[in-house]
């Protein structure tokens, strides 16, 4: 099977998963019924309702993970790097990327100069791109694909584009649409002003320039079976609200026959309905009655079930999905969030490896050869009082000032203005130190 079927094929194949792991987050996925009966019943009046909470693992995650900088050897790929983050918006980019791998599982990266040789970085959807990794070596990129709709002399078509360490190959479909199996005859080359007559260009940089970030699969995806089992409940509740008001009633009859419906003067139907307000006229009026609605006790109980469902199997504090204001001491919130802050250790682990490589290649773009490291923002909850006690003992302890603030999460180049200013030596971080933890006991 060649590199462009291998490539196209699998993201096509791949590209219903990514939809449902889209559809559950944003709260849109359809509501799953055993009969169709039921399913047109209730697509009529309560299919609207949704309180979506398979979004809030992926949240959680999310928001523990934020990169507050790029740490370099030298100045000249700190100015490099400095530069690519702030043409690039990268402080909102790095953000809408992690949350994107954390709701698909997969999210690429592509970075290029652009004509005028500035660095562009940028996310590629995992619906649209893939990597292909080598057979003997599934940690090695073979080589990446992208694919994306075009319109050709007012037909659409479909563009592919093969990334090599050493070349990139460029194809565009023969019709407007493609096959469910794909084959090499469904494209060809094409031709512009960078590639040759076979649709090919050299990569000068011998490297592939997308990168996979991958935690492996979409971080809600132990909540779809709570949320499917909340949706129906909600519904269902939702359906029967106006039941609540209205029961349906009925007389028993004594000669007649037929069952003519209330709350409606044109409406001479002799079937039974289950509308809400109905009379249901039976023979032999001998009796009258009403039925009563489901109980709303009988759907919100296993409701707040399946949401405590959802955070066990998702390693989520329930504290995310339930808005309680408690008094919680700091040991305690951090025993209530150790699983959670287990997760996001490895969620930072798998992401930042595939940015780190982002930043060493556009440092490669600009002919440095260097290493790099991403700052993160602190992922536990702490209180302030206990921040700057663990401060004061790394400091304490010894570990240099700069590498303290890092830690903590501060911006680095605010770290860097502090040590130009004097402010990271001894005695001035010993008084910073000092002076917050006397305002924190007044």
């Known amino acids: 099977m060649s590199e462009l079927k291998t490539a196209v094929q699998t993201i096509l194949d791949r590209a219903k998963d990514y939809q449902t792991a889209q559809r559950y987050y944003e709260g849109t996925v359809d509501e799953i019924f055993a009969s169709a009966k039921v399913k047109r019943a209730l697509e009529k009046t309560g299919n609207q309702f949704r309180v979506n909470y398979a979004k809030t693992p992926v949240d959680a995650v999310g928001s523990r993970l934020e990169i507050t900088g790029v740490a370099t050897l030298s100045d000249q790929a700190k100015q490099v790097v400095d530069q690519a983050w702030q043409e690039n918006n990268l402080e909102l980019e790095l953000s809408q990327i992690i949350t994107n791998t954390l709701i698909y599982g997969d999210a690429y990266v592509c970075v290029w100069p652009d004509e005028h040789d500035q660095t562009q970085i940028y996310y590629n959807s995992p619906l649209s791109t893939v990597v292909i990794y080598d057979v003997e070596n599934p940690r090695k990129p073979a080589y990446a694909a992208k694919m994306f709709p075009i319109e050709l002399e007012g037909q659409q078509r479909v563009r592919v584009n093969l990334y090599f360490a050493g070349r990139i190959c460029k194809f565009i479909s023969k019709s407007e649409s493609l096959p469910m199996t794909v084959q090499d005859s469904d494209f060809e080359p094409f ?75 044109d409406d001479d139907s002799n079937s039974l309905s289950n509308e809400p307000g109905e009379l ?114 790394k400091r304490d302890a010894g570990l240099p000032a700069e590498q303290i603030w890092l830690e903590h999460g501060y911006d680095t180049a605010l770290i860097e203005q502090w040590k130009k200013a004097g402010l990271l030596d001894q005695s001035a971080t010993t008084n910073i130190i000092e002076k917050e933890n006397g305002d924190e006991a007044a």
């Open 191 to 265: 031709v512009d002003e960078d590639t040759d007559e076979q649709g090919e260009l050299i990569n000068e940089y011998g490297q592939i320039p997308i990168f996979h970030l991958s935690t492996g699969t979409p971080e809600h995806l132990a909540a779809y079976g709570p949320q499917n089992a909340i949706n129906k409940l909600l519904i269902s509740q939702m359906s029967s609200v106006e039941a609540y008001g209205f029961p349906t009633r009925y007389v028993i009859a004594g000669d007649h026959t037929g069952s003519p419906s209330d709350f409606g003067d």
């Open 280 to 393: 249901w006229w039976l023979q032999n009026v001998n009796k009258v009655g009403q039925f009563d609605p489901a109980k709303p006790e009988t759907l919100i109980s296993p409701y707040r079930e399946y949401v405590r469902a959802m955070a066990s199997v998702t390693s989520t504090p329930l504290s995310y999905f339930e808005n309680t204001q408690t008094n919680v001491s700091g040991e305690a919130l951090r025993a209530a969030e150790a699983p959670l802050v287990k997760k996001v250790r490895l969620r930072q682990l798998a992401i930042g490896s595939a940015l780190r490589k982002v930043f060493l290649f556009v440092l490669k773009l600009n002919q440095i050869d260097e290493d790099v490291q991403l700052q993160w923002r602190q992922i536990e909850s702490i209180d302030t009082s206990e921040t700057w006690d663990i401060i004061k003992k």
